[in-house]
């Protein structure tokens, strides 16, 4: 997989950039008219968010990821979980939560491989426009429910009713403790892990009886607190992963896939 980045043509001024980025979105939405999706202006898009480039994903049924600038896409991120989600329909006829969904490209996928229905959220604007751009490219029969996450609550159910229950959930989430200073940040870090534990402590009330949450991570200090807050909630984790935990880097690609489930109820 190969980024294309977006490159100034000759005689173009550097302050023609982002209009140029901006006009290539109407572009590329009405080259998708061969492959089926609509063509027409949106006024649900947001347009005025410059490209950073475009991405060929081998697991897409057709077209390309458009990546905003300011949002965060990793290939080797979700290798493991783009891979069950087209060669084992995982969500094939299932309620699809995805937390923290930056490109749209995981929910698409769920979209394109016969998902009964796809909430995604993101506490990034850029990152919740861009998802519903390519949602409207990529999956132009099914909706794409895109929420934004408010800065200030921003808990993994935080735009989750409490009566909303799924049979998945997924998130390629931030992977070390750290500091946020811009929109970008979210993608990189969690501080003090409040996002993990959110998550964690709203499984129980969000994932339906036999539903289950998928998380992709290549951060080996993440995993093992990951392992143990699970434990202590009682969820059930397992690694779906023959790599050995201890024998990897701190930072590791591509990312390990992790499933967590909650006690069946009677």
């Not at 109407?26 to 947001?46: A, F, K, P, Q």
């Not at 796809?118 to 490219?137: E, F, L, Q, R, S």
């Not at 998945?168 to 003090?192: K, M, R, T, V």
Request: net charge negative; proline share 6%.
């Amino acid at each position: 997989m190969f980024g294309i980045p977006f490159q100034q043509p000759d005689g173009l001024s550097s302050n023609d950039v982002p209009t140029m980025r901006r006009l290539v979105l109407g572009l590329l939405l009405t080259v998708c008219c061969s492959l089926g999706c609509r063509t027409e202006y949106r006024e649900d898009l947001d347009y005025s968010y410059d490209v950073r480039q475009t991405w060929t994903v081998d697991e897409l049924a057709f077209g390309e990821i458009v990546q905003f600038e300011s949002v965060f896409w990793e290939a080797d991120d979700t290798i493991s979980l783009r891979k069950e989600i087209v060669d084992n329909t995982i969500a094939a006829g299932r309620d699809v939560l995805e937390i923290g969904t930056g490109t749209g490209l995981i929910s698409i996928l769920c979209l394109q491989n016969d998902a009964k229905r796809v909430v995604a959220t993101d506490i990034n604007p850029a990152a919740a426009a861009c998802a519903k751009y390519n949602a409207a490219m990529l999956a132009p029969d099914d909706e794409l429910d895109v929420r934004l996450v408010s800065q200030q609550s921003p808990g993994a159910f935080a735009v989750i009713r409490s009566d909303e229950k799924f049979d998945l959930i997924i998130s390629n989430p931030p992977w070390e403790d750290g500091s946020i200073n811009q929109p970008l940040d979210h993608a990189f870090y969690d501080p003090g892990f409040a996002l993990m534990d959110s998550l964690l402590d709203g499984l129980p009330e969000h994932l339906k009886p036999g539903g289950k949450c998928l998380l992709a991570y290549g951060h080996v200090p993440a995993i093992k607190r990951l392992q143990s807050e699970a434990a202590k909630r009682k969820l059930t984790l397992k690694i779906l992963d023959d790599r050995d935990l201890d024998l990897l880097s701190t930072d590791f690609l591509p990312g390990m896939l992790v499933e967590i489930k909650t006690p069946l109820t009677k």
